[in-house]
């Protein structure tokens, strides 16, 4: 188990090394020079050259790169070129608003998608299984940006029981539980869906094997049967689903927070990316791969504590 | 407690896209308590239909006909509730493949504490104490450790034993072991058969043992039915069905098992011919295809059960007292 996670975690930090070679790779070839179309076409020579210095563009690629690492080792991911502040700074501002949002949403729709696909695997072939069948596709089919927008507008303009903007006040938990609402809703919407699917045609499979009719046999409730002997098993796929999904719930969170003006990694980084701030593009990327990876690290392990076939598999 | 079984005019059909399988017709079978019965005949003759059946454990699409009559109350006549309530208290099974008899993620100590949920007077610790004794019973060293280990770090053989505790720690009244030793070795085998005639000497409830292993059949039973295409072709103490068998059908099966054989033959004799359809099954005899002594009735009257001796009958137009 042990060298597993140590192989895991070596291949994380390759993957890092690789995002961000890629990332310099992206910034030395979108055309037009970064200067210029920050400062405006009538900024001096020299304005453009001391940005274009700040920035390190100066410099050949492969060492920006090292030089990107070193600091990076140290805690230190650069400046932003506008304000000066240190971009580790501005993430970690940033950081807290996203994480909560993404994070409430994965639970929502664990806590609800779940539970629905297990009822829908109880009552197969019911009217109810058909309904959450096609409750599930609807949900799926809608963008998450979509059930922003009309969730502000119903929620916000017309029946004003919600914040539109915002993250809620500093300090102010029950204010900043309200502006939650609405932003974790639009993004669970979609996974609650994915999730029942998933659990459902995972625990489908599962209920069809011999030692479901073991458990069966010895008249176990089929509540139990299905929370205790099915879903243990049927829930490793949905681990899988949902660490990769990640990836695409912080995305859909900069959509999101771009509809709610809400402050965040998604803002941070649409605006830096609109200013050709790269300092801050960098740094931010550089954190959220290091979250996306540690994350399918720590499902795989988790996988491997749930499953003890798995767990053998690694130690031997 | 333990009560007598007796299914009469018993049939089983499965309802699919393509019709109704007739898996089961018109089956009778008594047991009694200290008893061992066992069921034998070729894949596909409805076997496992049976016992599922006795069971309770039906799919969906089965559509059941005829009694079972167990302790005075007709199984197939209760509701999914009542049912499930047997289940692991009076009726348990032993199944045919102990490699995935049990549940990959749990311990064995786990499972087997659980299928113990109807005995609501023993507390947790009171049920693992059981678990190790019954453990210790099928010859399971070590079992405080194998209680905390899961499935598949047991050997094939081993897990069926715990599968046989585990049937045996709800004390049924009715045990069924559907193929205990089709998915073993020889060894294995005969380690199981030897555990379960030593079991039956301290049991005094029902065992029902299915096999198509005619072996297996003669070491445990005390009786046997021989099915074919779904029917009970023919019923009787174990000595008087493998000494006098009656129907075509069991001395043909007797005249195939390897074992009769001490010589290496060339070829092992065979019955020609395959199973009739269970979707359209004849009208006749089920047997009168493949059979060498067919006449004229057998193609279109369905032969009755003929009583040989008191507890010895052949299902066959060609068969008199």
């Known amino acids: 188990m042990l060298a597993y996670a140590v192989k895991r975690i070596g291949l994380g930090l390759l993957i890092l090394v690789l995002v961000m070679v890629a990332m310099y790779a992206a910034v030395f070839l979108v055309p037009g020079d970064p200067a210029t179309v920050a400062l405006g076409p009538r900024a001096t020579p020299e304005l453009k050259r001391l940005l274009i210095e700040r920035m390190g563009l100066d410099q050949p690629v492969w060492w920006q790169i090292v030089e990107f690492f070193r600091n990076a080792l140290t805690g230190n991911l650069g400046y932003d070129v506008w304000s000066n502040r240190p971009v580790s700074t501005l993430v970690l501002e940033a950081l807290p608003n996203t994480l909560v949002l993404g994070l409430t949403a994965l639970a929502v729709a664990l806590l609800i998608g779940v539970p629905l696909g297990c009822l829908s695997v109880m009552r197969r072939g019911t009217a109810a299984d058909a309904a959450i069948g096609v409750l599930s596709v609807g949900v799926i089919a809608v963008p998450s940006f979509v059930v922003a927008i009309y969730s502000l507008l119903l929620f916000a303009v017309t029946l004003r029981w919600l914040p539109a903007i915002g993250a809620g006040e500093a300090g102010d938990l029950f204010s900043q539980a309200r502006a939650l609402v609405m932003p974790a809703a639009a993004i669970a919407l979609g996974w609650i869906g994915y999730i029942a699917r998933m659990v459902r045609a995972s625990m489908m499979e599962v209920m069809g094997e011999p030692h479901i009719r073991t458990a069966r046999s010895f008249g176990l409730p089929e509540w139990k049967i299905v929370s205790k002997y099915a879903l243990r098993i049927a829930i490793i796929p949905t681990i899988s689903l949902v660490a990769v999904g990640l990836g695409s719930i912080l995305s859909s969170a900069v959509f999101v927070e771009a509809v709610f003006a809400r402050p965040g990694i998604g803002k941070l980084i649409t605006d830096a990316v609109s200013t050709r701030n790269y300092p801050v593009v960098m740094g931010t990327v550089l954190i959220m791969t290091a979250i996306y990876v540690s994350i399918t690290i720590a499902a795989d392990l988790l996988i491997a504590r749930l499953d003890p076939r798995v767990r053998d598999v690694f130690r031997g | ?321």
Do not use: W
């Open chain 2, 1 to 321: 407690m333990s009560g007598s079984l007796a299914a009469s005019g018993l049939s089983v059909r499965y309802e699919t896209p393509h019709g109704s399988v007739h898996a089961l017709r018109h089956v009778d079978i008594e047991a009694h308590p200290g008893e061992v019965i066992g069921i034998v005949g070729e894949s596909g003759c409805g076997k496992s239909t049976l016992v599922t059946a006795l069971a309770n454990l039906l799919p969906a699409n089965a559509r059941i006909d005829g009694a079972i009559r167990y302790n005075g109350v007709d199984l197939a006549k209760l509701d999914a509730h009542r049912q499930r309530l047997l289940r692991g208290d009076e009726i348990a099974l032993v199944g045919q493949d102990p490699m995935t008899a049990f549940n990959p993620v749990l311990t064995i100590g786990d499972q087997l504490i659980d299928f113990q949920h109807h005995r609501k007077d023993f507390s947790r610790a009171q049920k693992r104490a059981r678990i190790a004794a019954m453990l210790g019973r099928v010859g399971i060293a070590d079992a405080e450790r194998r209680m905390r280990s899961y499935p598949h770090e047991l050997s094939g053989g081993m897990r069926q034993r715990v599968a046989i505790a585990a049937a045996l720690l709800t004390d049924p009244g009715l045990l069924i072991a559907d193929e205990p030793t089709t998915a073993l070795d020889v060894t294995m085998e005969a380690q199981i058969i030897h555990l379960l005639r030593e079991l039956r000497r301290e049991y005094n409830g029902i065992i029902i043992v299915v096999s198509h292993h005619l072996g297996v059949i003669a070491e445990l039973c005390d009786r046997v039915y021989v099915m074919y295409a779904g029917e009970v072709v023919e019923g009787g103490e174990v000595d008087a069905i493998f000494h006098d068998p009656r129907h075509p059908y069991t001395q043909a099966l007797l005249a195939c098992d390897p074992a009769r054989f001490h010589d290496r033959l060339d070829r092992l004799p065979t019955i020609p011919g395959s199973l009739p359809s269970l979707t359209q099954p004849p009208p006749g005899c089920v047997y009168a295809q493949r059979c060498g002594r067919a006449f004229a009735p057998c193609k279109t009257i369905a032969p009755p059960l003929v009583k040989l001796t008191a507890c010895h009958a052949a299902r066959c137009h060609a068969v008199t007292p």
